[in-house]
């Protein structure tokens, strides 16, 4: 059986992305999988220097919209008899093989701006797909099945009949690049925002909030739109914390790691989430978190979080404030470990596998 795996959304310059860290570490946890044998997709051959060893397969950027039209006569070419996508954009027209596609959420069908970092023309196509949900319908009943990350998108996506094809959940997860020794963090000053800067992450509320709790200071280690950077500088400038921010655009695997490592917590005030992997990362590194009390980080946090109201950064400054309890911040740092274990690669490589075998 010969799987060929879709690695064209791995990052090669920033993989702080969620559907590029999803791929980069599923594909790892695949690879260790001793009944599969794995080809990879790419369209860039840097991607491979992020992919364990193997068979390869050079074709089109999956943002070029007119080569994906072709892009299943190369896959039939290439004898391929099932392929998995950790992302449902890829070209299916006249595919003679089984297909497996992953849909992480449906947040741009409520919010339909689209990411301002892309090209016009893609930016353009994205807001014409999500207009309506017979683009997507059609897009994943091309496939043989569906894959998603939560429990939370699973249901959504079942609500709103996304798709005639079966749905099964195979989870983000997080890598034990993470795991480090327990560590004071009530005497920390740091809180750390990981993630992207579009609107509906409410990041305006992570500052907010942490102009509330003097003496603290502010990580933004996404990758940040220039046009994006004007508001978030000017709302800083505001707030009266521009001067205890850092804002790295983009930060490195390091430099993630060492800011957790001097940080009191991490935190999302984000309103939709398919999974919401800085979480998670930030439990595996023993930092408690503090999230936005909405479904899905209910279902990945359960009890090992403070919640707050998204709408009330006053909330949120309170659970800043009561991390620099040791006690309360060492009950949700073990907590956190605890919850974390749960969610592991091989787990979810585990779960992929299946469907393959299945199919």
Excluded at 24 to 42: F, G, M, N, P, R
Excluded at 161 to 177: F, G
Excluded at 220 to 233: A, C, Q, T, V
Aim: glycine residues 4%; aromatic residues 8%; hydrophobic residues 40%.
């Amino acid at each position: 059986m010969k799987v060929l795996y879709d690695a064209r959304w791995i990052l090669v310059e920033n993989r702080f992305d969620g559907v590029s860290r999803y791929s980069h570490e599923l594909a790892h946890a695949l690879a260790k999988q001793s009944d599969l044998e794995l080809t990879w997709i790419v369209h860039d051959t840097r991607q491979l220097t992020k992919l364990p060893k193997g068979e390869h397969i050079l074709v089109n950027d999956p943002n070029n919209a007119i080569k994906e039209l072709i892009l299943a006569r190369k896959l039939n070419k290439a004898g391929a008899d099932i392929v998995y996508s950790p992302f449902f954009v890829m070209g299916a027209l006249g595919k003679k093989y089984k297909l497996v596609l992953t849909i992480h959420d449906m947040i741009y069908f409520t919010h339909r701006t689209p990411p301002q970092w892309l090209p016009w023309v893609t930016r353009l196509g994205w807001r014409l797909f999500h207009l309506t949900y017979w683009p997507m319908r059609w897009q994943l009943n091309r496939a043989t099945h569906i894959a998603t990350v939560s429990e939370t998108a699973r249901k959504e996506l079942t609500t709103a009949r996304a798709t005639k094809r079966p749905i099964t959940t195979v989870p983000n997860a997080v890598s034990d690049a993470f795991i480090t020794p327990d560590t004071d963090h009530a005497s920390k000053n740091g809180v750390v925002y990981m993630g992207a800067f579009t609107p509906y992450k409410n990041v305006e509320c992570v500052i907010d909030a942490v102009a509330l709790v003097p003496n603290t200071t502010l990580h933004l280690l996404g990758k940040m739109p220039p046009i994006r950077r004007i508001e978030i500088e000017q709302r800083l400038r505001e707030k009266g914390i521009a001067n205890r921010t850092i804002i790295y655009d983009g930060a490195t695997d390091d430099q993630y790691r060492e800011a957790l490592a001097e940080s009191r917590c991490a935190i999302s005030a984000s309103r939709l989430e398919g999974f919401g992997l800085p979480l998670i990362e930030a439990q595996q590194a023993g930092v408690p978190f503090v999230a936005a009390d909405t479904p899905i980080f209910h279902e990945i946090g359960q009890d090992s979080v403070l919640y707050f109201d998204p709408d009330d950064p006053e909330q949120a400054a309170v659970h800043i404030q009561t991390l620099a309890n040791p006690q309360i911040s060492k009950e949700y740092t073990q907590k956190g470990r605890k919850n974390a274990a749960r969610y592991t690669w091989q787990a979810s490589a585990t779960q992929a596998t299946t469907i393959i075998n299945r199919l």
